[in-house]
């Protein structure tokens, strides 16, 4: 998937208000895979837990060496359990 993923957007041609956002699997695995070529901006995601916080700054670091914009969201989700 990840050379399908790399030619796609690579060679894709968007209008000026256009935009293409890729979700990807958790992780730093597609870095180095040629998938960054055609990305302008990184958008982490990290839950707030150590490991992953610390997967996302992994990424946040690959990104910037490669030039890219970089953001970061901290999410929580919060669950209510019922007892039936």
Do not use: N
Request: hydrophobic residues 50%; aromatic residues 8%.
């Amino acid at each position: 998937m990840g050379v399908i993923s790399r030619e796609f957007l690579e060679k894709i041609s968007l209008k000026e208000d256009e935009i293409i956002l890729v979700d990807t699997e958790a992780g730093v695995e597609h870095f180095g895979r040629g998938i960054e070529k055609g990305i302008d901006i990184v958008i982490a995601i990290a839950e707030p837990y150590l490991d992953s916080v610390e997967v996302a700054e992994k990424a946040i670091g690959l990104a910037q060496k490669m030039g890219k914009k970089v953001y970061l969201f901290l999410i929580k989700c919060l669950l209510k359990l019922k007892a039936w």
